[in-house]
């Protein structure tokens, strides 16, 4: 199982890669709110089948994404931010960057304390943002 960390942002979101163990596979990457960086982060993921992918719900930026990964079959959980800082805080992590978030947030979804709580939420959540993106258009820009 892989476990992808999305730091999200209004234009440009940050996506990390760890194993099972929380090691990189790849190097923290960014990809762009539009069409192509969409198709960027696909790649990168490849098949849903043993990906886990956790995001936090940082405003309304995090739905056409979570609409996207939701309907190509990916197992999501919305991390709450303050989850994500008191994660990052224990590890005594000084420095904070995008892709620092986007690792911490990929290697605290590898724990079951974090990824249960939150998954159990998310088919709720992932109707309503699917739903809504249908219903108005939206979608990567």
Wanted: proline share 4%; with cysteine.
């Amino acid at each position: 199982m892989r476990f992808v960390g999305i730091d999200i942002g209004s234009e440009k979101h940050v996506v990390a890669i760890v194993d099972e163990a929380g090691k990189p596979v790849c190097k923290p990457t960014p990809f762009s709110e539009d069409a192509s960086g969409y198709d960027r982060l696909r790649s990168l993921l490849g098949e849903p089948a043993d990906v886990f992918v956790a995001m936090e719900a940082t405003g309304h930026y995090w739905q056409n994404l979570f609409a996207f990964l939701f309907a190509a079959g990916f197992q999501i959980a919305l991390l709450n931010p303050m989850r994500t800082s008191r994660f990052a805080a224990e590890d005594l992590r000084r420095a904070k960057t995008d892709a620092l978030d986007a690792v911490g947030i990929a290697v605290c979804s590898t724990e079951a304390a974090c990824s249960d709580a939150d998954a159990r939420c998310c088919d709720a959540r992932a109707a309503r943002a699917g739903a809504s993106a249908r219903s108005t258009g939206a979608g990567p820009r």
